[in-house]
């Protein structure tokens, strides 16, 4: 049974920085898809980054080229270092994983089983 739990979150300013963590146990191989999604008020779940076991990454958007998504497999964490924030970016971030992923689907929420409870990310 994976468990995920982020950390990280806090208030930025515009412009600034935050680096997001999610610890990762349970899983039984390193053969996992892991992914960031983020929730503001009142809309539904965005997908923004996801990274696979061989370090392959992709990134929404939205978030390209300020974001980037990263695993310390070693410690089993996986990160999501944001630079200029904007106050869209404001929302509720989640790390997600899956060992199963259909080809191209990796930002899709529903293609993930496992969620972690999530970390507040507001800029301003």
């Known amino acids: 049974h994976v468990q995920l739990v982020e950390s990280g979150g806090g208030s930025v300013q515009a412009g600034g920085s935050l680096r997001l963590s999610c610890a990762i146990s349970?899983?039984?191989?390193?053969?996992?898809?892991l992914a960031w999604f983020r929730q503001p008020p009142g809309k539904e779940h965005e997908g923004i980054a996801s990274?696979?076991?061989?370090?392959?990454?992709r990134y929404a958007d939205s978030v390209k080229g300020r974001f980037t998504v990263s695993q310390d497999s070693a410690k089993n964490i996986l990160y999501l270092q944001m630079n200029s924030l904007k106050p869209e970016d404001t929302a509720m971030y989640y790390c997600?994983?899956?060992?199963?992923?259909?080809?191209?689907?990796?930002?899709?929420?529903?293609?993930?089983?496992?969620w972690g409870q999530g970390t507040q990310v507001t800029v301003s």
């Open positions: 349970g899983r039984s191989n390193e053969n996992y898809f």
């Open positions: 990274i696979d076991g061989d370090g392959s990454t």
């Open positions: 997600a994983s899956d060992s199963v992923i259909l080809p191209g689907r990796e930002l899709e929420a529903s293609q993930y089983t496992y």
